[in-house]
């Protein structure tokens, strides 16, 4: 069973940074791609980034673009989101997602995800 423990959120003015961190519980050689959602209140959870198991793709909603950065740590089964120049319309519960992917570029953007338990991300203007 998938298991996946974020950590990293928090309060933060406008212009700000944050990192999120999320790991999962399979094996560091496992092929499941990584990636962060968020829903803000009253809103439906969006896609913010994915990476492939691998680390060589990543691919990133238009809005967060040039801001967010998602990577892997040295134990693959860990993924990072560097989040700079944080805006309000930022705050939401991020999410992370894992899947099982069968290609070495595939980013895991929808599917059966599994999710982690989520965190407070709140940015004050």
């Known amino acids: 069973q998938m298991q996946l423990v974020e950590s990293g959120g928090g309060l933060v003015q406008a212009g700000g940074s944050l990192r999120l961190s999320c790991a999962n519980s399979?094996?560091?050689?496992?092929?499941?791609?990584m990636g962060w959602f968020r829903q803000a209140p009253g809103n439906d959870r969006e896609f913010v980034a994915a990476i492939s198991w691998n680390g060589v793709s990543t691919y990133y909603t238009t809005s967060v673009k040039g801001r967010f950065t998602i990577s892997r740590g040295n134990a693959k089964n860990t993924v990072y989101l560097q989040m700079n120049s944080l805006k309000p319309e930022d705050t939401a519960v991020y999410y992370c997602?894992?899947?099982?992917?069968?290609?070495?570029?595939?980013?895991?953007?929808?599917?059966?995800?599994?999710w982690g338990q989520g965190t407070q991300v709140t940015v004050s203007s």
């Open positions: 997602a894992a899947r099982y992917t069968s290609s070495d570029s595939e980013v895991p953007i929808g599917g059966n995800l599994y």
């Open positions: 399979q094996r560091t050689d496992s092929r499941y791609g």
